[in-house]
């Protein structure tokens, strides 16, 4: 009986199946590659203690000379301030992770010596995550429903910044995870009332009967970021909860 060709046993596809790259980028594959994009930032911040978190939305383009980066800025340390000190996770900023809004509420948060959050996002062009923010707390992901899933998951409350399709897209898939009840009922603070209302005619939607008046009670706005600040905690006043 002839020798078995050893060859065989070196063919590119025979490998263990965490190594089969062609495997893992399959169409088959797909849910197994969300599991891994969501479990990655998961246990690291179990590991930080992460447990809950204030959300800044805002434009990637936002300069620094802008009184939006300054407000941004001063929230982030806001937020920062409103622990025990640099290793209290119990409240943590969480951005996008990029520049401009983002870039500026890590600052604010790293100007105190408080930790925070960047769900940084991978893009045809790369976004570079500022370096602001906490290196062990800096996240990529592939896909934008899972890292939208890690902006949702430990929120107390939401502080959106002017923005364009980015910021308006995060903004109108959280409110209506809230408003159908997928998501519990947290503050939403948008932050200049002149640019949103310029953007979204909220009376027209409710004018075309599409929204309900009661809906006008999911946000409220500020100019700046004391009145952000002052909003989430007279929500949590209003509603007898604890938000740290």
């Given at each position: 009986?002839?020798?078995?060709?050893?060859?065989?046993?070196?063919?590119?596809?025979?490998?263990?199946?965490?190594?089969?790259?062609?495997?893992?980028?399959?169409?088959?594959?797909?849910?197994?590659?969300?599991?891994?994009?969501?479990?990655?930032?998961?246990?690291?911040?179990?590991?930080?203690?992460?447990?809950?978190?204030?959300?800044?939305?805002?434009?990637?383009?936002?300069?620094?000379?802008?009184?939006?980066?300054?407000?941004?800025?001063?929230?982030?340390?806001?937020?920062?301030?409103?622990?025990k000190g640099p290793d209290d996770c119990f409240l943590t900023l969480m951005t996008g992770g990029g520049p401009g809004?983002?870039?500026?509420?890590?600052?604010?948060?790293?100007?105190?010596?408080?930790?925070?959050?960047?769900?940084?996002?991978?893009?045809?062009?790369?976004?570079?995550?500022?370096?602001?923010?906490?290196?062990?707390?800096?996240?990529?992901?592939?896909?934008?429903?899972?890292?939208?899933?890690?902006?949702?998951?430990?929120?107390?409350?939401?502080?959106?910044?002017?923005?364009?399709?980015?910021?308006?897209?995060?903004?109108?898939?959280?409110?209506?995870?809230?408003?159908?009840?997928?998501?519990?009922?947290?503050?939403?603070?948008?932050?200049?009332?002149?640019?949103?209302?310029?953007?979204?005619?909220?009376?027209?939607?409710?004018?075309?009967?599409?929204?309900?008046?009661?809906?006008?009670?999911?946000?409220?706005?500020?100019?700046?970021?004391?009145?952000?600040?002052?909003?989430?905690?007279s929500w949590y006043d209003k509603h007898e909860k604890r938000l740290f």
């Open positions: 009986m002839p020798a078995q060709d050893k060859t065989y046993y070196k063919h590119e596809k025979y490998t263990i199946t965490v190594e089969d790259l062609d495997f893992f980028y399959s169409d088959a594959a797909r849910g197994l590659r969300l599991q891994v994009d969501y479990l990655k930032a998961e246990e690291k911040m179990k590991e930080e203690g992460i447990e809950h978190t204030i959300v800044v939305f805002g434009s990637a383009r936002t300069e620094e000379n802008n009184k939006n980066y300054r407000e941004a800025r001063k929230f982030g340390a806001l937020v920062g301030k409103s622990g809004i983002m870039e500026a509420a890590n600052r604010g948060a790293a100007d105190v010596g408080a930790k925070s959050i960047g769900l940084n996002i991978k893009l045809p062009h790369e976004q570079i995550p500022n370096p602001y923010i906490t290196p062990d707390l800096s996240f990529q992901f592939y896909y934008f429903g899972i890292r939208k899933l890690h902006f949702m998951q430990r929120a107390k409350a939401l502080v959106v910044f002017p923005g364009g399709f980015g910021t308006l897209d995060e903004l109108f898939d959280l409110l209506t995870l809230i408003q159908t009840g997928k998501s519990p009922l947290i503050p939403i603070v948008l932050v200049s009332k002149s640019f949103w209302k310029s953007v979204v005619n909220i009376d027209f939607l409710i004018q075309e009967k599409v929204i309900s008046k009661d809906d006008l009670s999911l946000f409220t706005y500020a100019e700046n970021a004391d009145e952000a600040w002052q909003e989430i905690l």
